[in-house]
């Protein structure tokens, strides 16, 4: 049961884009397709998981102050990995996300993780939580992804909905991040607020 | 002090790790990533050296004993203020000709536009036999990136050496308005506001690259 | 020349804020009050050009030891030393800029915005004084970008807005009007 709490608390609760506001930069770059939304939000979390699983089980052996630069390390070694692979593998993805690969290195949500969980629980609880928070950040990405693609394009993972008959071109473009992102963000404002009153009625 | 030097050395095992573990990755993943990018420049290859009809101008196993003879490596041989283009310069025997197959990039939207394109050596100069753009992945989506579906690169090809003498323009520059597209063709422009509209750099960088091309053989290829 | 166009490039038509999303994490938030804003904005600056120079050197050794795969690594521990010096050293030696910039030291160094720009002059294959201007665009962008936005976010408090759009929602949108702004300066220049 905990252990499940662990790992869905991501998904709602504390999910990094819409509550803790973290991890913003390939939040709003890679959206602009739900495919590759999806391609970034699993990049990432394979990178938490792994990197939470690696720093819980060093957390002990780690000199306090030393705590930043290794956790760097352990991350940015994990991000150059799944660089490696992806170049191999999936070509196309990789050209497509770009820099936005490296540069995981330096997503909040990452260190945030590492410096707020993982560096004080255990192995299988670090990783149920990398994989959770993960999770969320991959949905909210698709999400995002989603709805940029639909509007801009008329498509969702590049099956045609109602393709050319209306389109929002500056969706795609980078002002129509920033406005899908507020709107969305309002919208979950918005449900947190009639839940909160409904609490209150009770 | 002491604790300094302890916790640069503790620093230092850290790095070491990842340094290996990094160095183990990169040496299993070498390989397959050269793979990866030959079999993507062969396919780019490989798809301007088709006609029309599908049929290959150059037979493929022909194609693979020149591809994999020239060992150049990718450089800059070439640059005309819009448009790069990079060694190596592939050329093949077929029954219409020399053909040459280079590529070379010009810069679109959000970043370099790459094409691939074949070149047919005839009396009165170069006929563009095909393209293929190959790297687009920083244009928009839905706007520039459209320039990846085939149909609209068919807009850039194929174009008599008489319509060449200027270079290949996109529509929208050579002011004309009316012409179908093979019309255009015939006058060395590519039809392309009518299927990417709004989008006019990504399509402009095509033809700058096709351009910075048409310049390097012009100048005389070895 | 071609440094100047490199330079407003980065400045303006690829603003790096704006039009490629890096470093919106400080740019959201740090950007509620004018005067964080503005020394936030120096402080990236000073450690881009910097950095940028420092990473340049290191990034030509690496190609001369075969090991550019390492980029990522080596330069994301070499910006986060630096930022470490700096502090240590303006702590030393000048307490009065410590007091102005020291606290924005730390939230840089997961700025993506250097690393970001460290990357893309490996990738672009600038030379030593392009990298540089192309460094001092990018944090002149992140300035402006920082100062234009406090200064609506600053009066903006005084409004009365729906109770969902309080905070980032509203943020999030007026970001999206100023990035419209800023697609104006596509094609100003064409490098």
């Known amino acids: 049961m905990n252990s499940l709490k662990e790992f869905t608390k991501g998904f709602l609760r504390e999910n990094p884009t819409y509550v803790q506001v973290l991890g913003m930069c390939p939040t709003l770059a890679v959206t602009t397709s739900a495919f590759n939304g999806l391609g970034m939000g699993l990049a990432a979390t394979s990178v938490l998981a792994l990197s939470n699983v690696v720093i819980s089980i060093i957390r002990k052996s780690v000199p306090k102050n030393l705590r930043i630069p290794i956790f760097i390390t352990v991350i940015a070694t994990f991000v150059t990995i799944l660089d490696l692979l992806m170049h191999a593998f999936t070509y196309d993805l990789w050209k497509t996300l770009g820099l936005f690969i490296p540069l995981i290195v330096v997503n909040c949500i990452i260190m945030g993780r590492a410096e707020a969980f993982a560096s004080k629980n255990g192995v299988w609880a670090a990783f149920l939580d990398g994989l959770g928070i993960g999770l969320g950040f991959t949905g909210s990405l698709v999400l995002l992804g989603t709805v940029r693609e639909l509007l801009g394009n008329g498509t969702v993972f590049g099956l045609e909905l109602w393709g050319k008959a209306f389109n929002i071109f500056v969706m795609i473009l980078p002002p129509g991040g920033y406005m899908t992102l507020g709107l969305l963000a309002a919208l979950f404002a918005f449900i947190g607020l009639k839940r909160k009153q409904r609490g209150e009625q009770k | 002090m002491k604790e300094y030097i302890r916790n640069g050395f503790i620093l230092l095992i850290y790095c070491l790790a990842a340094g290996f573990a990094l160095g183990l990755v990169y040496t299993i993943t070498k390989e397959r990533i050269a793979i990866t990018e030959l079999g993507k420049k062969f396919e780019a290859i490989e798809a301007v050296l088709k006609d029309e009809s599908g049929k290959y101008i150059v037979s493929l196993e022909n194609i693979r004993t020149v591809v994999s003879q020239v060992k150049d490596e990718t450089k800059q041989i070439f640059e005309d203020g819009k448009g790069k283009v990079y060694s190596p310069v592939y050329q093949f025997n077929s029954e219409l000709g020399p053909v040459y197959v280079l590529s070379a990039s010009a810069i679109g939207y959000g970043g370099t536009v790459l094409v691939v394109a074949s070149f047919v050596k005839k009396s009165d100069g170069f006929m563009l036999f095909s393209i293929r753009v190959t790297d687009y992945s920083q244009e928009t989506p839905g706007l520039g990136a459209k320039i990846g579906e085939e149909d609209i690169q068919k807009r850039f090809y194929p174009i008599e050496p008489s319509a060449l003498q200027n270079g290949i323009h996109v529509d929208k520059d050579a002011n004309v308005s009316g012409l179908s597209v093979e019309e255009a063709k015939a006058k060395g422009i590519a039809k392309v506001s009518d299927v990417m509209t709004g989008a006019t750099i990504t399509p402009r960088a095509v033809a700058n690259a096709i351009n910075a091309m048409l310049s390097y053989l012009r100048s005389g290829v070895k | ?191």
């Open chain 3, 1 to 191: 020349m071609r440094v100047f166009l490199i330079l407003f490039s980065a400045l303006l038509v690829n603003n790096y804020v704006f039009i490629r999303f890096l470093g919106i994490c400080p740019f959201l938030g740090v950007s509620k009050k004018m005067d964080t804003a503005v020394g936030m904005g120096f402080a990236a600056t000073f450690v881009l050009v910097m950095s940028s120079v420092i990473t340049w050197l290191v990034n030509r050794l690496l190609i001369s030891m075969g090991l550019s795969f390492l980029q990522t690594v080596v330069f994301i521990l070499v910006i986060a030393t630096f930022v470490q010096f700096v502090e240590f050293f303006l702590k030393k030696n000048s307490p009065g800029l410590y007091e102005a910039l020291g606290i924005y030291l730390p939230l840089i160094t997961t700025n993506c915005i250097i690393l970001g720009v460290a990357l893309l002059n490996a990738q672009a294959n600038y030379s030593l004084l392009e990298a540089v201007f192309h460094a001092l665009g990018a944090g002149l962008g992140f300035l402006l970008a920082l100062v234009v936005f406090a200064g609506i976010r600053e009066r903006l408090e005084l409004y009365d807005l729906p109770k969902p759009f309080e905070g980032l929602p509203i943020a999030l949108i007026l970001a999206s009007i100023i990035s419209m702004s800023f697609m104006g300066f596509q094609g100003l220049i064409k490098l």
